[in-house]
């Protein structure tokens, strides 16, 4: 597939790069949505606009910016481009893949185009640390780990570092290297407060270790609105 000949429509996606990858929160959303929606107005053709769509549901979820039932609303978008062998766009690979891979019910499936996309840009720390998740979900840990550890070396200032962090303290708590653990994901928390998965990671961590006032307090502060 050709790169889009819209000019307005590359320039709406630029401006919606950088949200898609980090969502702030529910407001920061719907401009870049917006933004996408009225790019693929102009070019529907335009494979790397859905992929932005299907990695901006993505980073939403992951801060809680919108429930899963929205996040499925890109589904359809992350189906067209893995149906297409001619697309080689890894990062629409890639935000498909995961979007598919997370709540779209087919893990192998989106691991299996993640590593694709790997291939087509094996130095991405976007398609590294989310290969990495996706190979989480089905249980390839050692994997997972390679390719999480990569992400972070490859770019440890990366604005989805905390994502990274948090996918590389799983493996850590379930193998009962705990106090790593915690390490990790109080840096992720520190990154981006409001992810997520790096705040209940810290919570379920710190009730198993036993340190169960500070699994209240992060608790707390997520319910305040201090994320």
């Keep these: ?32 949505r917006d933004q996408l929606h009225q790019a693929l107005d102009l070019d529907p053709h335009y494979v790397h606009a859905k992929g932005l769509l299907c990695g901006l549901h993505v980073s939403a979820l992951a801060i ?8 499925r609303s890109c589904l359809p978008l992350a189906e067209e481009i893995l149906s297409d062998d001619r697309i080689v766009d890894p990062q629409a690979i890639c935000d498909a ?18 590593r694709r996309a790997a291939a087509l840009n094996p130095n991405s720390f976007l398609v590294l640390m989310s290969s990495g998740w996706a190979h989480r979900f089905v ?37 009962g290297d705990y106090e ?4 990790m994901l109080e840096r ?10 790096a705040r209940l990671g810290l919570v379920a961590t710190c009730w198993k270790t036993g340190r169960i006032a500070e699994a209240r307090t992060v608790v707390l502060q997520r319910q305040a609105g201090r994320v």
């Design 1 to 32: 597939r050709k790169p889009t000949t819209s000019l307005t429509a590359y320039d709406l996606c630029l401006r919606a790069t950088l949200t898609a990858n980090r969502v702030s929160d529910a407001a920061a959303f719907s401009k870049a």
């Design 64 to 71: 809680r910016a919108i429930t899963f039932a929205e996040a």
């Design 97 to 114: 893949a995961f979007a598919l891979a997370w709540f779209g019910g087919q893990q192998q499936r989106g691991a299996s185009a993640l």
């Design 139 to 175: 249980g390839e840990f050692a994997i997972a780990e390679e390719h999480l550890l990569r992400a972070i070396r490859l770019n440890p200032i990366d604005p989805n570092i905390a994502a990274a962090l948090t996918g590389l303290a799983d493996p850590m708590h379930l193998r």
């Design 180 to 183: 790593p653990s915690i390490r």
């Design 188 to 197: 992720a928390v520190a990154e981006q407060p409001g992810l997520f998965g």
